[in-house]
């Protein structure tokens, strides 16, 4: 196995957690590399479900080494949640690293995030409020505190004499939320401490050195999806990471150069939770099926996920922007019993007529865009046994080819249904 980056190719929840549990087993270090507990990672093996937010998903498989890299938003309580889900289960968390480079999500961002949200006039993102865009804010601010301060009594003190004056007063006089004296703050750092002491790497550097050197297996772990990306995605309504291919480079401790493949993992149609432009949106009876055989529902805030048919003018952009080296497509044989599916090739704008082949990223005009659609035939046929592509229903390769055509991109996994083993690998 080459050293492989997995990526969400839409808006999310495509799938990106059961193809890199798949990809684990032969990989010896996985890394997750940015975005938070925002992400929720569904992982079925042996028939258990397992949910994942900041944990990467490879942690299932002893004997791996999973690290929570620099690039991650860390939310403590949420960590220890999952942490001690995961140690009732019995799952070996021996091989868990977290990078001293992450940042901490305070509770002041998680304030200020659902206070945004809660408030917004007009502009809401529909955020997990899981306080991601103000931890981000802050840290490119260069006033948020990373893991390593809460092991430096000297940082922690002098870089709180700068960042609680400021955001106190931001608390106080911009939002009208509690504001944290130093011995407070100090108190929850102090927690913060022994609970990720276990778990902290700083020995970083020589163990992905050593990785390298002995030519072991790495795959990063996306989270969200290229339509999210804070550069590319449909800004303003995207979270504030890169989860394009090119964030596991900043993300993880290894530059771009150890990345041989690039993995861009799309569901057969489209979901968005959240608010922001969908131009394939379903809003009738079409995109409830599909939310319910989909079981479309979000795993990190139960929200329904919007649904629509598949979009190649955005795939297409993902293809390029998340630096795609092939897709990994998932969730076709929620198609099993459709008569028809619709594919997107192009957008139209309805007050010109003008037709776009490539992805408008100026998203203010895309309430005038409506689809332009190919129809395919479905194929009626359960599909979640098969295992070997030539078995499929020669109408879902005939839809699968089409994709790779318009796409201009090799579809190298094929995803039909939920557990580890219901994959064919082309
Ligand atoms: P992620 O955030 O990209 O890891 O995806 P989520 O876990 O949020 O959502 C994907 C959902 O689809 C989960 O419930 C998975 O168990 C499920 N899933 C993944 N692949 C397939 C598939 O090929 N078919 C079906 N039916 N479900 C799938
Ligand atoms: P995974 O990794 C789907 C969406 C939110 C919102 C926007 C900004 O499971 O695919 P944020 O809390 O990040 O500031 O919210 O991004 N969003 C996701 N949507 N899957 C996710 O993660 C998401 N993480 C954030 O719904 O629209
Ligand atoms: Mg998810």
Known sequence: MSNKVVIGAQWGDEGKAKITDLLAQDADLIIRYQGGCNAGHTVVAHGKTFKFHLIPSGILYKGKTCLIGNGTVILPEYFEQEIEGLKKENIDLSGLKVSPLATITMPWHTEVDGYS???????????????????????????????????????????????LPLKNKQLKEVYGLKTYSKEEVLALCDKYAKLFEPYVCFDWQEMLQNFKRENKKILFEGAQGVMLDVDFGTYPFVTSSNPVGGGAATGSGYGPTV???????????????????????????????????????????????????????????????????????????????????????????????????????DV??????????????????????????????????????????????????????PDREQTICK
């Open 117 to 163: 949200e809660d408030n917004a006039k007009k502009g809401k993102i529909g955020t997990t409020k899981k306080g991601i865009g103000p931890t981000y804010t802050d840290k490119m601010a260069r006033i948020a505190l990373k893991i390593q301060d809460l092991y430096s009594p000297e940082a922690l003190n002098e870089k709180l004499d700068v960042i």
């Open 259 to 361: 990345i041989n493949e690039v993995i861009g993992v799309a569901k057969a149609y489209v979901t968005r939770v959240g608010e922001g432009p969908f131009v394939t949106e379903l809003t009738d009876e079409t995109g409830d099926r599909i939310r319910e055989v989909g079981h479309e529902f979000g795993v990190t805030t139960g929200r329904p996920r919007r649904c629509g048919w598949f979009d190649a003018v955005t795939m297409k952009y993902a293809c390029l922007v998340g630096g795609l080296t092939s897709i990994a497509l998932t969730k076709i044989d929620v198609f099993d019993r459709f008569d028809e599916i619709k594919l997107c090739t192009a957008y139209k704008d309805t007050r010109d007529g003008k037709i776009y082949t490539s992805y408008p990223t």
């Open 364 to 417: 203010y005009i895309h309430k005038y865009l409506e689809p332009v659609y190919e129809s395919h035939k479905g194929w009626g046929v359960d599909i979640t046994g098969i295992r070997k592509y030539e078995d499929l229903p020669l109408n879902a390769r005939k839809y699968l080819e089409r994709l790779e055509e318009v796409l201009a991109t090799p579809i190298s996994i094929v995803s039909v249904g």
